[in-house]
Nanobody, 124 residues
């Protein structure tokens, strides 16, 4: 499956963005899907993941209460709604599929289908 993340941009602190992940080549419905981010000079960081059925969303502590992950299997898409953005959220965001089907870890190595990512820049 090939994934394309979009929806990034420049936003002021406190603002919102909605990232979309579109899949092609195969259905996403049998995969858990995650979002990772990578800031300049830093390692890739787990942000959120969602099970194939849309339940059990998982968030890293720094985004809990601000970000919401959701999916529409009929449209083969996953979204990440990001509210109350902070400058430390600035990064390239990637959507990825779990290598373990419906389950996942928070390790980047356990996810695949890394695409180009989409840049989110939050100004202070």
């Amino acid at each position: 499956v090939q994934l394309q993340a979009s929806g990034g941009g420049l936003v002021q602190a406190g603002g919102s963005l909605r990232l979309s992940c579109a899949a092609s080549g195969r259905t996403l419905s049998t995969y858990a899907v995650g979002w990772f981010r990578q800031a300049p000079g830093k390692e890739r960081e787990f942000v959120a993941a969602i099970s194939w059925g849309g339940g059990r969303p998982d968030y890293t502590d720094s985004v809990k209460g601000r970000f919401t992950i959701s999916r529409d299997n009929a449209k083969n898409t996953v979204t990440l709604q990001m509210n109350s953005l902070k400058p430390e959220d600035t990064a390239v965001y990637y959507c990825v599929t779990s290598k373990y089907g419906s389950s996942w870890s928070r390790r980047a190595a356990d996810f695949g289908s890394w695409g180009q990512g989409t840049l989110v820049t939050v100004s202070s």
